[in-house]
């Protein structure tokens, strides 16, 4: 039987069009058990660590601006703030996201977010030295494993702490 074809993402188009290697996957952890969760997750040899989410915030005095961290940490809202210039930062609220990021939650990618609407990305350190992680792939249940650094460049997003520390 004939593997179905899936469409790629405006993400993974660009992604393409810019030269940068990139392994697609089609995850759906959401709503699974932990054990449940792990299963699917060593089936494409990936920890839950490795897996970043991708956060719209809004600076008082830049406006939108994206923060890409483990999924597995909190953003620190006064790192971000710093690091962008801003006095103080605030969530976008979800009413507002999709109209902002042009993405629903759970499906918010940096470089589909960087191509369209042009905001300031900042992607946490932990990633720097990464081998690769998973972000959206601009649809739920949608990632891409891809090198930090690839993403980074494409989108000139710069690494810098945001983590919320203990």
Do not use: C
Request: avoid cysteine.
């Amino acid at each position: 039987m004939a593997k179905k074809k899936i469409k790629k993402t405006l993400p993974e188009q660009i992604m393409d069009k810019h030269g940068v290697t990139y392994e697609p996957l089609t995850l759906n952890i959401l709503d699974k058990s932990e054990k449940e969760r792990d299963t699917i997750l060593n089936t494409y040899n990936v920890k839950h660590d490795d897996i970043y989410k991708t956060l719209a915030a809004s600076g008082d005095r830049t406006g939108p601006l994206i923060a890409v961290l483990p999924i597995t940490k909190h953003l620190s809202m006064k790192k971000l703030a710093a690091v962008s210039g801003n006095k103080k930062v605030t969530m976008l609220s979800l009413k507002d996201l999709q109209k902002t990021t042009g993405y629903v939650h759970g499906a918010n990618n940096p470089i589909g977010i960087w191509q369209n609407k042009h905001f300031p990305i900042y992607i946490d350190t932990t990633a720097k030295n990464a081998e690769y992680f998973l972000v959206s792939g601009g649809e739920l249940d949608r990632s891409d494993k891809i090198n930090p650094n690839d993403i980074a460049e494409l989108i000139n997003a710069p690494f810098v702490d945001l983590l919320e520390h203990d």
